[in-house]
């Protein structure tokens, strides 16, 4: 039977009513002493003195007596609210009278059964956190302000320390013994990847990650490491069967109407019929140019050379790009000069100018604007066509990914490339009102 069940059995009787009672009986019990010695005695005030000389030690035996259970139930409490604020909830107490103080006790037993319930499910999900944890593949280190480790998974172990334990150890120990390529790339800061040789022609590569929070009032350091050679490795045959997709429905378009004019032509040939010659021969040199352009794209996507920067003046350089494609510029363009490689950013920027021309705006909305910002140059490519979706915007930089019938889907892969090229990068956004922003950013 429960506690509550069992104070609901006993008549409820409040601590005001029991020492109101208790008061009541003493106050009666000495008023009639003092009458009974007032007849003996014939003196009212000795009577008087005697039965409150007699009462006095009764009532505060009384008194005590009525306290001490309360005083040490109030101790009590006391001290299992103490073990609460020190995550001690395996204390419950009894009170048997039912009363204001038997409605804390239940109160409190309720609270703490509550607090064991949620102290064991914690447990439970920290047993399921922690087992994730241990068997996930990504290799995991957590270091205080120290350098030292004090969380390391399984993962983490069978790659520094041949499944060894590490907590305790520094992390710049283990880092010195271990292979260069990750020393480096802690070093360095940041996320990234890097490889580590397996063979002479095998690199095992990784991703690094690492994140900076404060864990229990102290600044912590977790390194995710990730590795990536196998996912990489099916990454890389997707996009080479995208590739030969490309290039073999590329080839088919070029090659089969090519084939079909040169038969056409030659029939022609045999039976005398020379005036539609200019016509089939055109047609097959307008095929070739597009075969050509196409491989070209992708040789010059395959093959771009590292930039050979140099101090280019905005002004010229913004007069150049208009002479090829029609834009506008809403400033003027920055007096210092950036440093960048001319070719390769025109390239870019011509990509990104006919693009917006190609997405349906208006042409007085092709707009350019270059602006200093701090260690960096931002170029901005605006226009007023249809936009992108969210599908598209995720995937439109990757290459080989073109909405375009008969794109090729390096324009803009090759935009990044040059942009991360010159240490920096390029980002595609729409634009309130319609329309798309490209931003690229380069250092000054």
Not at 96 to 123: F, I, M, T
Not at 198 to 203: K, N
Request: charged residues 25%; positive net charge.
């Amino acid at each position: 039977m429960s506690g509550q069940a069992r104070r609901q059995r006993v008549p409820r009787l409040s601590v005001t009513m029991r020492f109101s009672l208790i008061t009541l009986a003493l106050v009666v019990s000495a008023a009639a002493l003092a009458l009974a010695l007032g007849e003996r005695l014939g003196d009212v005030w000795l009577a008087g003195g005697i039965a409150i000389a007699v009462m006095a030690p009764l009532a505060l035996y009384v008194v005590h007596a009525g306290f001490a259970p309360m005083l040490a139930m109030f101790r009590a409490l006391a001290g299992t609210v103490a073990s609460f604020r020190d995550g001690d909830f395996s204390f419950s107490l009894r009170w048997k009278r039912n009363d204001e103080l038997g409605d804390l006790v239940a109160a409190h037993n309720e609270l703490s059964a509550a607090l064991r319930e949620e102290r064991r499910e914690l447990v439970q999900r920290e047993l399921l956190l922690d087992t994730m944890l241990q068997n996930t593949p990504v290799a995991m280190l957590l270091c205080d302000s120290r350098g030292r480790i004090v969380y390391a998974n399984i993962a983490a172990r069978k790659l520094l320390h041949d499944g060894r334990r590490l907590e305790g150890q520094s992390l710049a120990a283990l880092l010195e013994a271990g292979p260069a390529p990750l020393r480096e790339a802690v070093e360095r800061g940041g996320d990234g990847l890097f490889a580590v040789p397996r063979d002479e022609d095998e690199d095992d590569v990784y991703h690094l990650a690492r994140r900076r929070f404060t864990l229990n009032g102290r600044q912590h350091e977790l390194f995710l490491l990730r590795y990536l050679t196998v996912e990489l490795r099916r990454q890389e045959v997707r996009t080479w069967k995208k590739v030969i997709r490309v290039i073999s429905h590329e080839l088919n378009n070029s090659l089969g109407p090519i084939g079909s004019l040169a038969h056409s032509g030659a029939e022609l040939v045999r039976r005398g019929e020379h005036g539609r010659l200019e016509q089939i021969f055109a047609g097959i040199e307008e095929r070739t140019r597009h075969l050509d352009g196409f491989i070209r794209g992708y040789a010059s996507f395959a093959k771009l050379p590292a930039p050979r920067v140099e101090d280019v003046m905005w002004p010229g350089f913004v007069e150049r790009l208009r002479s090829q494609v029609e834009f506008r510029t809403d400033e003027p363009v920055p007096d210092a000069p950036g440093r960048f490689d001319p070719g390769q950013l025109e390239q870019a920027l011509l990509n990104l100018l006919r693009n917006a021309h190609e997405s349906g705006s208006p042409p007085e909305d092709v707009r350019l604007k270059v602006r200093r910002l701090a260690g960096k140059f931002s170029i901005e490519v605006r226009d007023r066509g249809s936009g992108m979706s969210e599908g598209v915007l995720s995937n439109a930089l990757l290459p080989f990914y073109s909405t375009k019938r008969g794109g090729t889907g390096l324009g803009l892969a090759l935009v990044r490339e040059i942009a991360e090229a010159h240490g920096g990068r390029v980002a595609l956004a729409n634009r309130d009102g319609g329309g798309l922003i490209a931003t690229v950013v380069i250092p000054d």
